[in-house]
T-cell receptor, first 114, second 113 residues
């Protein structure tokens, strides 16, 4: 079985501040991990993904995430928040015989204050 | 490329009515999935398909049917709509299994009254 827990349903930061969105996963086999962003009234868009190899992965819009196996974590960061980063963010995992279907976390809404 | 196209964008049904949500992709992706999104609950998998003629159930399949006769199309049928099926439905596709990630459609917002 695979699962994802996103810590904090709402995160608020000031423009220019560090963004940190937390994700912990559970998987009995090596996982594939993803972050998606959803803007209001739109579908989800892939931000970045971890498959194998380098544990620090970079994505679009200046976001990056680090896979830490020992902590079963895949936290999303961005050094400096922009107003345009305000959205809902979803962490997802797929693994093993379930590699073709992803399990999503409950989402974290990011608010950016001017 | 159009990517993943979902129709309709909005729909209101009465309890007991049936309908089909359409999903089409033009990227020749083998994998297609249907998710529903409810506030505070993330996305839950309804049904998925690993290729034409092959479908399987996800986490919340009850009340929904799917079929996949072509690579491009993956319609979702609501057999007898219930208020509990009020949700936003997303179709997604990916090329193969594993670490490629999904391409999502823009969603269908369904209200059952």
């Amino acid at each position: 079985a695979q699962s994802v827990t996103q810590l904090g349903s709402h995160v608020s930061v000031s423009e220019g501040a560090l963004v940190l969105l937390r994700c912990n996963y559970s998987s009995s086999v090596p996982p594939y991990l993803f972050w998606y962003v959803q803007y209001p009234n739109q579908g989800l868009q892939l931000l970045l993904k971890y498959t194998t190899g380098a544990t620090l992965v970079k994505g679009i819009n200046g976001f990056e995430a680090e896979f830490k196996k020992s902590e079963t974590s895949f936290h999303l960061t961005k050094p400096s928040a922009h107003m345009s980063d305000a959205a809902e963010y979803f962490c997802a995992v797929s693994a093993g015989t379930n590699a073709g279907k992803s399990t999503f976390g409950d989402g974290t809404t990011l608010t950016v204050k001017p | 490329n159009a990517g993943v196209t979902q129709t309709p964008k909005f729909q209101v049904l009465k309890t007991g009515q049936s309908m089909t949500l359409q999903c089409a992709q033009d990227m020749n992706h083998e994998y297609m999935s249907w998710y529903r999104q409810d506030p505070g609950m993330g996305l839950r998998l309804i049904h998925y398909s690993v290729g034409a003629g092959i479908t399987d159930q996800g986490e919340v399949p009850n009340g929904y049917n799917v079929s996949r006769s072509t690579t491009e199309d993956f319609p979702l049928r609501l057999l007898s709509a219930a208020p509990s099926q009020t949700s936003v439905y997303f179709c997604a596709s990916s090329r193969g299994a594993g670490g490629r990630g999904y391409t999502f459609g823009s969603g269908t917002r369904l209200t059952v009254v």
